[in-house]
């Protein structure tokens, strides 16, 4: 049934870009639950605040560094 | 966002992470470059590995990757990108968990580090600008059926899942401040400032689901009909609704241009009027997409296909002061 429901969410036909339309393809187009999975890390955006928290708490950094944040268009 | 993501989604690796890390990421096109203590910092790590060297005057080779590392600067281990790669990534976490156990306890304890405030290189440093909006940006690949009909379309590129590609968007202070009228009336047009429209039209509209989106040029905007309308007011709230139709294209003709876009937009913003900001700032693309803008705004899928781009207003949480892509380029893209 909810797969039923999911699929009715996800499908427009026609002229569908309209003001009532706008949540359901706002839901059609932002990730879904398994592509947000990652960000259950408490990811920091700053290095240096980072190596500031990692000091404090005495632990090590893990730094995903990539060309493109990954937070972003990374 | 390629699935690279998916080693980081694995619920041990997830585990690993919150009980032993503080994890970070970064925009390695900044950190290579920046000519402050941050970056000496980031240097001072890399060259600890087999990246090590050729800095050069702009950054040198790029140097994205997974690094672990003391608060003091000493590389425990460090791999290329494996974000996609659940078990590769769980060893090197569980190796960089382990060199860091086998320090002197001295050199691990809270506090052991003294971390000094430091001055940010304004060339390769993006606060958001004082008083800015940043909208949240998400665009994924659609596809349509036989009856027309919409929805997600999943596919992979070079053997990684192709998911919803984010981005944020800044509108200024003076920019959003003149969306609202101090005399608002149902149906009256509110004209979109013009560098907010070039900067989503230039820097926002552009199918990027994988690599790096590029920037269109000006003259490249071919057709850009977009109207802001009040459409409803009451003593708490304005509400508006913003409706279009884009066309950005390479070239002028759409039907042989290399690479293009069109579409339709809709939103819905509401203003709160008490607090004099905006509370609601939803906006959609839809558009047929094809080509790519540069060398790192790769082709995603042979063809013209549709794109779907949603914008909204952010929370405030830490990924919001993620810059936008463009805003690498700061004074374009503030002035596009």
């Not at chain 1, 605040?49 to 990954?70: F, I």
């Not at chain 2, 997409?289 to 405030?316: I, K, M, Y």
Request: net charge positive; glycine share 10%.
């Amino acid at each position: 049934m909810n797969v039923i429901l999911l699929a009715a969410l996800l499908v427009f036909s026609g002229d569908e870009v309209k003001t009532e339309n706008l949540d359901r393809l706002k839901t059609l187009i932002k990730p879904r639950a398994e592509e947000t999975k990652w960000e259950e890390i408490p990811w920091r955006v700053d290095l240096w605040e980072a190596r500031r928290d990692a000091a404090k708490a005495g632990k090590p950094l893990l730094l995903w560094e990539m060309d493109g944040n990954p937070m972003g268009c990374g | 966002v390629l699935g690279r993501a998916l080693g980081f989604s694995d619920p041990e690796v997830i585990k690993i992470i919150k009980e032993n890390f503080i994890p970070v990421v970064g925009d390695d096109w900044y950190q290579r470059r920046r000519k402050d203590d941050v970056g000496k910092f980031f240097r001072s790590v890399v060259d600890q590995t087999w990246k090590a060297g050729k800095w050069g005057n702009n950054g040198g080779d790029n140097r994205q990757g997974i690094y672990c590392f003391t608060p003091s600067g000493r590389m425990l281990t460090e791999m290329k990108n494996v974000g996609n790669l659940p078990g590769e990534l769980k060893r090197l976490l569980q190796s960089g968990a382990a060199a860091w156990n086998r320090l002197p306890a001295e050199e691990r304890r809270p506090g052991a580090v003294t971390v000094a405030d430091v001055s940010f290189d304004p060339g390769f440093h993006r606060p958001v600008p004082a008083g800015a909006l940043v909208l949240r940006q998400y665009q994924r690949g659609l596809k349509r059926g036989p009856d027309g009909t919409l929805a997600a379309h999943d596919f992979s590129f070079k053997e990684a899942p192709v998911w919803a590609q984010r981005d944020r968007a800044w509108i200024l202070a003076d920019e959003w401040k003149a969306l609202i009228p101090a005399t608002p009336a149902v149906g009256a047009q509110v004209e979109l400032p013009a560098p907010l429209k070039r900067r989503l039209l230039r820097y926002h509209f552009v199918e990027a689901l994988v690599g790096e989106p590029g920037a269109w040029q000006p003259e490249q905007i071919r057709s850009d009909k977009l109207a802001l309308t009040v459409e409803g007011v009451s003593d708490s709230t304005i509400r508006y609704r913003l409706d279009g139709s884009v066309l950005l294209a390479t070239e002028p003709d759409p039907a042989t241009a290399r690479c293009g876009l069109q579409g339709k937009v809709t939103g819905i913003a509401t203003v709160d009027r008490a607090k004099g900001a905006f509370t609601r700032f939803d906006v959609v693309l839809i558009a047929e997409c094809w080509g790519a803008l540069n060398q790192h705004n790769a082709v995603s899928r042979e063809g013209r296909n549709p794109v779907g781009f949603a914008f909204e207003l952010g929370t405030g949480a830490a990924v919001d002061s993620v810059p936008p892509q463009g805003a690498r380029m700061l004074q374009p893209y503030l002035q596009p």
